[in-house]
């Protein structure tokens, strides 16, 4: 009974030790990817298979989605440092800046200006834009390319062209004036207007940053953002005005500011609106959904002339190389390998989504090629010089969301945020002089 | 007693000390890895600033403390949560009872209402919210109404009811109490029958006899037996509800404006839209420490009911 005990005991402790310790990874003949993106998920198996007959190193795909959950699973595996060999991160620069300083990314310079720059080279350099760091970055990270693309992507707006032609309208609106119009035509002969998927917050941020850009330049949104320009001023009141407009006009599907992006999609693809605010990713979706659905592609409307409509993009999803994994070298080359020309041909037409390297665009089907006609507007927060505060970008969103449920006038919501923005504005003054001090 | 005897006594007291201290050791060493150790953690860093990510943390002490004290939407999260809990309280628990004494009495197709009435609790709360999602749906495709209660509405001719119920901060939260009310009640429906069950009959017998009608019987031998069952469910109704989140999550996304908030759905913007892992914990322990006391007072009020 003691041996037995003794025995149980033991075999607890080793239990409950090996719980607490990180595992070890020894060098194996073998990558390890955690990914994210569900409807890829057969293409990235194929392309393994293929890999592992071309290498014999195999390549290990798990999969965990949502997204969001997706995100945890990546940080919190960074806190107990068992992230696997390649990895995503769905977040901010901000957050991306973090991993590296704590130094879970390989800095993949060096691989991509091997050879001339071949491997830099070959890619779209908006898509890499993401995950390089200048000089001076104000995230302090040495600068240098930290991720791989794997593929491109812009958001714009979707219109449906046989909705567009029973009400009457000829060609795509381009202005706000030529969008509001066509929503009453739309209206008359009882179809709906415009759906995105604005219960994902980012989605509206999204849309609005795209008009702030139109309305008052990169330069001034900067300027925000490093508290010199306040959310009250003119030029955001008129941005915040957009939403207000929309919901007056009545352009707006009922429940939009609630919906998720899938339920969004569904009634664009079923036709229960004849806008969309989606990126180049639905083309795969809405051929899922009805294959039979016509639509073309525009940049959202403008409503300024005095700066150009700017539209978020660059590289869709990247991944990032563990910079402990003793596997290192084996998953830079195998991200060589995901994103030369045959790969990249096979994953646009397996998946519909745009590829990365640019010898690949030749064999995309005409509306992907529509999105990837827009690539010089597009811009993202991961290239901007800064990002706004993540407490004033909630203030910010859900002040949007007010707007457009008619609870807050623009004005109300402009004053909100930019008390949180001056609350920030002195926590970080406060945080630097402690640091100083 | 000569000292080789004693120290055999003595030898042989450790050797039971001993043996009795490896026997719960296991159990300490759970309780203190899994429940300790976390719970000092989350305290421990509810004292900092970390954006869960990078090494280094900085020690801000009370601080994020002092800012849940002033922050009117966490404060608003918790009023949500309140009124989720109150709305679950009176009407998923009133209406658990009722159906709890009727399954009690001689009926027809007793154990086919039981089944029915505990479906919805064994339910995924993504798998209702979608449900619900798609009822409360206030789209329009032509002139057709999407959401089944839309559409019931305007087939009987009631189109002023017609509503965005999940998008209008008036209805949001309600119907979102409405259905964690609706997936709940199957809980307090088995524990409250499993208890009027266990009720004495002769109870009911003596008091037919000394002429009580059902109301008074109700009153004088129902209730007063039930009264530690309905404690124990309006206990578990109220640690329940207040930290219901999934529900929300699956009905509303990220929620309306602040009016779907409740304190778990805060907790978990902290960590993952503001990154701000410190007060995030911070709210964490505060959260734990009201619903302790709420269950404090409870257990308090029902001591005294009983001795009343």
């Known amino acids: 009974m003691k041996r037995l005990f003794l025995f149980g005991f033991a075999v607890f402790c080793s239990i409950f030790s090996g719980i607490s310790c990180s595992p070890a990874t020894p060098q194996t003949d073998r990558i390890v990817i955690w990914h994210w993106m569900t409807d890829r998920d057969k ?51 901000s957050v991306v800046a973090d991993f590296i300083t704590s130094g879970f990314v390989a800095d993949l310079t060096a691989d991509f200006k091997a050879d001339d720059a071949a491997w830099e080279k070959v890619l779209f350099p908006k898509a890499l834009l993401v995950n390089r760091f200048d000089p001076d970055n104000p995230y302090g990270v040495k600068p240098g390319i930290y991720g791989v693309p794997i593929d491109i992507t812009n958001i714009q707006m979707i219109y449906n062209k046989n909705m567009l032609k029973k009400a009457g309208i000829l060609k795509p609106p381009a202005t706000m004036q030529e969008w509001f119009d066509a929503s009453s035509a739309l209206k008359r002969v009882g179809l709906s207007g415009f759906v995105s998927g604005w219960g994902e917050l980012w989605m509206a941020d999204c849309f609005a940053t795209n008009y702030a850009f139109n309305i008052m330049g990169e330069d001034k949104v900067m300027a925000t953002f490093r508290g010199e320009i306040p959310y009250t001023d003119p030029s955001w009141i008129k941005v915040f005005r957009i939403f207000s407009q929309m919901r007056e006009k009545d352009v707006l ?16 693809a079923l036709e229960r609106a004849a806008f969309a605010f989606n990126g180049s990713w639905c083309v795969n979706v809405y051929n899922d959904m009805n294959p039979k659905l016509e639509y ?142 | ?100 004494l009727a399954c009690n009495r001689a009926i027809h197709f007793k154990g086919f209402y039981r089944l029915v009435f505990f479906l919805p609790p064994v339910l995924s709360e993504i798998v209702v919210g979608i449900i619900w999602r798609w009822i409360l749906n206030s789209g329009v495709q032509g002139n057709e109404n999407i959401g089944l209660l839309n559409y019931l509405l305007n087939a009987v001719g009631l189109h002023d009811l017609i509503h965005n119920w999940l998008s209008d901060p008036n209805t949001a939260l309600t119907c979102i109490a409405v259905v964690h009310s609706w997936k709940g009640f199957g809980w307090g429906f088995i524990i409250l029958l499993a208890g009027l069950q266990t009720i004495d009959r002769r109870l009911y017998e003596a008091a037919q006899v000394d002429g009580a009608n059902s109301w ?49 759905t805060r907790i978990l913007s902290a960590m993952t839209v503001t990154q701000r892992y410190g007060y995030a914990c911070a709210q964490g322990v505060m959260f734990g420490l009201i619903l302790v006391m709420v269950s404090f007072i409870i257990k308090k009020l029902s001591d005294r009911m009983k001795q009343a």
């Open chain 1, 43 to 93: 293409a990235f198996q194929a392309l393994a298979l293929q890999y592992e007959k071309e290498t014999g190193i195999k390549v290990i795909l798990e999969l965990y989605a949502p997204s969001d959950v997706y995100s945890q699973k990546i940080i919190a595996a960074a806190q107990a440092k068992i992230l696997p060999d390649i990895f995503g991160i769905l977040d901010e620069k």
């Open chain 1, 253 to 268: 599907v009922p429940g939009i500011v609630t919906k998720s992006n899938k339920d969004a999609e569904q009634d664009f």
């Open chain 1, 296 to 437: 073309g592609v525009m940049l959202p409307p403008s409503a300024s002339k005095e700066f150009p409509m700017k539209i978020w993009g660059g590289a869709g999803s990247s991944f990032f190389v563990n910079n402990v994994s003793p596997n290192k070298t084996k998953a830079i080359a195998f991200l060589k390998w995901l994103t030369a020309k045959e790969q990249q041909t096979f994953l646009a037409e397996k998946t519909q989504n745009l590829p990365v390297n640019q010898n690949s665009l030749a064999s995309i089907p005409p509306i992907l090629a529509e999105f990837s006609s827009s690539m010089e507007s597009t811009t993202h927060p991961a290239i901007w010089p800064l990002n706004e505060d993540a407490l004033v970008l909630e203030a910010f969103d859900r002040g949007l969301q007010s707007i457009i449920i008619g609870e807050k006038t623009p004005e109300k919501v402009a004053a909100e945020v930019q008390k949180v923005k001056l609350r920030q504005l002195e926590r970080q003054k406060r945080i630097k002089n402690d640091l100083y001090q």
């Open chain 2, 1 to 100: 007693m000569s000292s080789a005897q004693s120290k055999t006594l003595s030898g042989h007291l450790l050797k039971d000390y001993l043996s009795s201290f490896s026997f719960i050791l296991p159990a300490v060493a759970i309780f203190v890895g899994f429940y300790i150790i976390p719970f000092y953690e989350i305290f421990n860093l509810s004292l900092h600033d970390w954006n869960g990510i990078s090494a280094g943390k900085t020690f801000v002490g009370l601080e994020n403390f002092q800012e849940l004290m002033g922050d009117v939407i966490w404060w608003r999260s918790m009023w949500n949560a309140t009124y989720i809990t109150l709305i679950a309280l009176t009407f998923q628990n009133i209406l658990a009872f009722a159906l709890a």
């Open chain 2, 216 to 264: 008074s019987t109700f009153w004088n031998v129902t209730i007063p037996m039930m009264l530690p069952v309905i404690m124990v469910v309006v206990v578990l109704t109220i640690l329940g509800s207040m930290q219901s989140f999934v529900l929300i999550l699956s009905m509303v996304g990220q929620g309306l404006v602040y009016h779907t908030e409740v304190p778990v």
